[in-house]
């Protein structure tokens, strides 16, 4: 923390500030810059729906999780920082599980089998790891935020090209007129497999890369 | 971060962490447990109502329940009757007994005039339990309907059995064949003529959970084979 920070209060929303919620959605992105959560990108997004879901509660989470470690930052003990980090994500995840079943049943009905991936999302622990251990909450809570944000922009963006080539449809419903059906047009089974997601993130690393070139990994 | 922590502190700050969270967390999940249980038991009349084409919402369901379900049964191996609500038994439990112990849960409904017969069914998919519950006309041979759940079959395929497009696919098909064999209904890829009595046509990409509801509902149907031959005699 620079002197400057230190003497005057710094507004909320800051240069600073605002970096931390709009770098990760793009040039600082977890998945497309960092390669970091691929494995739920690939098993929640043959639908929008779920991947929507997901997004929502990993924000949810991450942002919590943040805002918890950056208040507990100056009194944890550095060598079992990793479990103190862990204990409050799995205690969140399983907080929301409990209020989703019993406030929002259908909802958690969907969530099922996501909840236990949020646990594993590698972006979360790494935000934890990286940020919220040396920063304050309202930064850490920006971080949190901005990054599961970037995340989901790309689990959204993906699970929306699945559906809409692979069903034909988006939320469940049908977008593809009839009429394209009868002159022969077909759903491409290869969308709603696991390999045309990575294919999916493959191509827009390759598109963000081409656009920025300073992004290209020189080593 | 230069500050050196005992090991004292270490472990107080851990005893209190896990005690805390562990506080926490059970209030919670107690708190919470009535609600829950009441959400999961209305969901079960929402699923057994949907198996007879009923569908409403899950808070209308504790209402409309008793007057389509005119009857419940709880069934032995032989298709004898035994005491007991039907609706808390568990079939998590009685598929893992062996046949001559296991109980079997019967719901009786009215539906326009019509009779229908509902059998609960259980059986594994690809990750984890799917259930459902089937309903036979009175020739105890013509689905009138299914409803299939399950609780983390992949999202966006294996999770479609629980659709409704998938589940009318059950809507007509027959049990028995024509020489009255019992054949229940597979599941079948390549596609299927809507109107062959025996199949229905899989999910893409989920062949496992498609599987997994042709042996539940070939397991699930055949072990009240011997009430439908009584009742067929009476």
């Keep these: ?81 990793i479990i103190v980090q862990l204990t409050v994500i799995a205690s969140l995840v399983i907080i929301v599980d409990e209020v989703l079943k019993a406030a929002m049943y259908d909802v958690s009905r ?7 991936l949020i646990i594993t999302n590698c ?97 | 971060m230069a500050k050196k922590y005992s090991n004292r502190y270490i472990f107080i700050y851990s005893s209190i962490m896990v005690v805390g969270v562990a506080l926490v967390l059970s209030l919670l999940a107690t708190l919470l447990q009535p609600i829950q249980e009441r959400n999961i038991r209305l969901e079960k009349m929402q699923n057994i109502l949907a198996s007879i084409n009923i569908e409403v919402g899950r808070e209308e369901s504790a209402d409309l329940f008793y007057d389509y379900i005119v009857q419940t049964k709880i069934l032995d191996h032989e298709g004898e009757e035994i005491d007991g609500d039907a609706f808390e038994v568990d079939l998590q439990d009685e598929i893992r007994k062996d046949l001559p112990e296991r109980q079997m849960p019967l719901y009786i409904a009215e539906v326009e005039g019509d009779t229908l017969y509902i059998l609960p069914l259980r059986g594994s998919g690809l990750w984890g339990p799917i259930w459902g519950y089937v309903s036979l006309k009175s020739d105890f041979n013509t689905i009138a309907g299914a409803n299939f759940d399950h609780d983390s079959e ?9 659709e409704e497009e998938f589940e009318s696919r059950f809507k007509g098909k027959k049990i028995y064949d024509q020489q009255g064999n019992y054949r229940a209904v597979e599941v079948v890829k390549n596609g299927v003529d809507p109107d062959e009595p025996h199949r229905v046509d899989a999910i893409t990409g989920a062949t496992m959970s498609s599987d997994g509801i042709e042996d539940m509902i070939y397991e699930g149907i055949r072990v009240y084979e011997p009430y439908f031959n009584k009742q067929k005699n009476l």
């Excluded at chain 1, 709009?22 to 639908?47: D, F, H, M, R, Y």
């Excluded at chain 1, 999780?65 to 507990?72: A, E, G, M, P, R």
């Excluded at chain 1, 969907?110 to 236990?116: D, P, S, W, Y």
Aim: net charge positive; charged share 15%; proline share 7%.
């Design chain 1, 1 to 81: 923390m620079s002197e400057n920070t230190k003497n005057k209060a710094e507004p909320l929303f800051s240069y600073k500030n605002k970096k931390l919620i709009t770098n990760p959605i793009g040039k600082e992105n977890p998945i497309t810059i960092q390669v970091l959560g691929i494995c739920s990108v690939l098993a929640v997004t043959v639908q929008l729906r779920p991947s929507l879901v997901l997004a929502i509660a990993v924000v949810a989470v991450m942002g919590i999780s943040n805002v918890v470690i950056s208040l507990i930052r100056n009194i944890t003990p550095p060598r079992i920082r």
């Design chain 1, 110 to 116: 969907q969530l099922a089998i996501f909840v236990g």
């Design chain 2, 154 to 162: 992949t999202p966006g395929l294996g999770s479609q059995i629980a």
């Design chain 1, 123 to 219: 972006i979360i622990m790494g935000r934890l790891e990286g940020f919220a251990l040396y920063n304050k909450p309202w930064p850490s809570f920006l971080d949190g935020i901005g990054n599961a944000s970037g995340y989901g922009a790309v689990l959204i963006a993906v699970g929306f090209i699945r559906e809409l080539f692979g069903s034909g449809t988006l939320m469940g419903q049908q977008v593809i007129p009839e009429f394209l059906y009868n002159i022969g047009y077909v759903d491409n089974g290869l969308f709603i497999l696991p390999p045309m997601a990575m294919i999916a993130v493959g191509v827009m690393i390759w598109v963000q890369r081409t656009r920025d070139p300073e992004l290209i990994d020189v080593s």
